[in-house]
């Protein structure tokens, strides 16, 4: 499955996301992840999200995909990371 | 899904708050670890035994090639999956000369009717194969009656050979021309896309192997001596043809690699940075393509690979004897 993570939390927690999301998913932009995950993974994800989350406070939105099929990423400017970038 | 993780460039790879961190002259680049399969490294690369401990908590091989994409050796994590029945029972078939001489007998029909449909394929596009297809045929007959992993290993040499050789055929490339193989080094752009090609698939199989309880230490076709792994080279034989060869002539007849992709240096040759990217580009994306299967639905051909390891574990267990994959295009 592919996803697209966004979230908007407490100043004081964004470098704990931040630091969950990346083990999962390629960081795009702030607050902004994508990648592909399988079921299992996006749940370990969700759990340690809500682990450090404030759930009256903050709010993290996951949108996904079965396939890319339909997707099409557009960038504008300068060209942030992509999950397809394997080769380095 | 988990993809395997290219580096060409050189820098520093870490640990860093629980995911993996490359660290570059062009800056730091974050790797999100639960998406990675296995590493391969072409660039100078520091790594420290934090790094390796972290990649081994994740199973994740990493595989080194050096400045020309010869492979090196691999960082193979201690066995994540145990099972001392698989290994008993893998030696049981290497011990026992005629289950041994089964599996390297099939291994050697997988490749070489990989390679038959291969050139079946490009017959019908009008190439002239007519003869080298008869003349593999009728080499092939020798397996059947061959009793010894020698004589086995030679009548599939002949037939590479002769397979190697009508390539100049598949081929019509200026500027690519193939004489004989050479190996350290490659003495042309060919015979280097071969060798970088075998080593890369070398390594991709050895990774699926070591998803399974099989060990890879054990090889049926290619022997089981000093050399660490044999399994991997065993299973690749059947999928050369497949993965390798179809890159090579897609690349090569489609013009995305030309010879401005190569380095020489006196007598040799090897691709060059560009060249290698464009290649493994290539091949991981062969290796993601979907066949129809007949029992499995759809498939990638890297999914293929574990379901031929899976067909070992059957095999070692009296349930199914061993099939080789064979395309069916």
Known sequence: MFVILVYDVKEERVAKALKICRKYLTWVQNSVFEGEITEAKLRMLKDELKGIMDETYDSVIIYKFRTKQYYERETLGIEKPSHEDFIV | ?329
Not at chain 2, 87 to 103: C, V, W
Not at chain 2, 168 to 179: K, R
Not at chain 2, 212 to 217: A, C, N, S, V
Not at chain 2, 246 to 273: E, P, T, W
């Open chain 2, 1 to 329: 899904m988990k993809k395997p993780l290219y580096i060409f460039s050189s820098g520093r790879l870490e640990r860093r708050e629980n995911t993996l961190s490359l660290e570059t002259q062009e800056g730091r680049k974050v790797i999100p670890i639960n998406s990675v399969s296995e590493i391969k490294v072409f660039g100078e690369l520091d790594i420290n035994k934090r790094a390796l401990e972290f990649l081994t908590r994740n199973q994740i091989p990493v595989h080194f090639f050096n400045h020309y994409g010869y492979y090196i050796g691999s960082f193979y994590p201690r066995e994540a999956l145990n099972s001392g029945f698989i290994i008993l029972k893998q030696a049981e078939h290497y011990l026992d000369r005629e289950k041994r001489m089964y599996l390297a007998k099939g291994f050697v029909a997988g490749a070489v009717n990989n390679i038959l449909k291969n050139l079946e394929y490009y017959r019908r596009k009008g190439k002239d194969l007519k003869e080298t297809i008869s003349s593999i045929e009728e080499k092939f007959k020798a397996v059947s009656s061959v009793d010894s992993i020698a004589e086995l290993m030679q009548v599939e040499g002949e037939i590479r050979k002769t397979y190697y050789e009508s390539f100049n055929l598949i081929i019509q490339v200026e500027g690519f021309y193939f004489d004989k193989r050479t190996k350290r080094p490659p003495e042309n752009p060919i015979n280097a896309l071969i060798s970088f090609g075998n080593s890369l698939l070398y390594t991709t199989v050895l990774s699926e192997i070591y998803r399974t309880h099989l060990d890879p230490r054990i090889g049926y076709l290619h022997e089981t001596n000093q050399r660490s792994f044999s399994l991997n080279l065993d299973i690749s034989e059947v999928f050369k043809p497949v993965i390798v060869d179809r890159v090579i002539f897609s690349l090569l007849n489609k013009g995305q690699m030309q010879l401005k992709h190569f380095d020489s240096d006196v007598g040799f040759s090897y691709l060059n940075d560009k060249g290698r990217s464009i290649f493994v580009k290539e091949f991981e994306d062969k290796l993601n393509t979907t066949i129809k299967h007949r029992n499995l639905g759809n498939v990638s051909y890297r999914r293929l690979m574990r379901i031929e390891c899976y067909k070992l574990y059957k095999h070692f267990m009296d349930e199914e004897i061993y099939k080789p994959f064979v395309g069916e295009w």
